[in-house]
């Protein structure tokens, strides 16, 4: 299980921290991503991270203000995101890398971020 | 920047056979996943690694692979599966892109 934390409104260029929490499962067996979906749109891939922190991945759109990290002794991931623009508005998930599926196998409800001034 | 070109759209009457395409360039070397998507959930894993199906994935769902298409077919459309499908893959630098996604009507 996966859950999701720390959404909330900010004004544009401020920052949001927010944090999954996995349970159920070896969490440092695991690669983990966070993944969002602006308000009727699409879902869109914004970071990557493995179970070692050995390798890390952006989506060019949030490249340099976003960071992704881990604390496998608390079992949870995180997203700080930093100068928050408006088009950040999304709901954000976390979700599972499968080695076995080769793809995101469980993901979280979401947790709901709001950029507006 | 790569990307994964869907259809926004399919309508299918009921108990017909409902075909959603994922076309990319990277498709015939990097592998094509597929999502269901209902309102207000979390997107639920349909399809993995072109073709094959996660237990408890119904058989109706299948997914095929040619060239730079990769393809979801629900084989008898049933009522619960009006919902929005997207496909995943990723691009030659191994960053993840999904499709924009396919609203799919059942009729």
């Known amino acids: 299980q996966l859950v999701e934390s720390g959404g909330g409104l900010r004004h544009p260029g401020r920052s949001l921290r927010l944090s999954c929490v996995a349970s159920?499962?070896?969490?440092?067996?695991?690669?983990m991503h966070w993944v969002r979906q602006r308000p009727g749109k699409g879902l869109e891939w914004v970071a990557g991270?493995?179970?070692?922190?050995?390798?890390?991945d952006y989506a060019a759109s949030v490249k340099g203000r976003f960071t992704i990290s881990r604390d496998n002794a608390k079992n949870s991931l995180f997203l700080q995101m930093n100068s928050l623009r408006t088009e950040d508005t999304a709901l954000y998930y976390c979700?599972?890398?499968?080695?076995?599926?080769?793809?995101?196998?469980?993901w979280g409800r979401g947790t709901v971020v709001t950029v507006s001034s | 920047s790569y990307e994964l070109t869907q259809p926004p759209s399919v309508s299918v009457s009921l108990g017909q056979m409902a075909r959603i395409t994922c076309s990319g360039e990277?498709?015939?070397?990097?592998?094509g996943n597929w999502y269901q998507q209902k309102p207000g959930q979390s997107p639920v894993l349909l399809i993995y690694?072109?073709?094959e199906r996660p237990s408890g994935i119904p058989e109706r769902f299948s997914g095929s692979s040619s060239g730079t298409i990769v393809t979801l077919t629900i084989s008898g459309v049933q009522a619960e599966d009006e919902a929005d499908y997207y496909c995943?893959?990723?691009?030659?630098?191994?960053?993840?892109?999904f499709g924009g996604g396919t609203t799919l009507t059942v009729l």
């Open positions: 979700a599972i890398y499968s080695t076995f599926f080769h793809t995101f196998d469980v």
């Open positions: 159920g499962f070896t969490f440092d067996d695991y690669a």
């Open positions: 991270i493995s179970w070692n922190i050995t390798i890390i």
């Open positions: 990277a498709l015939p070397k990097k592998y």
């Open positions: 690694k072109d073709n």
């Open positions: 995943l893959s990723a691009d030659t630098s191994g960053l993840w892109v």
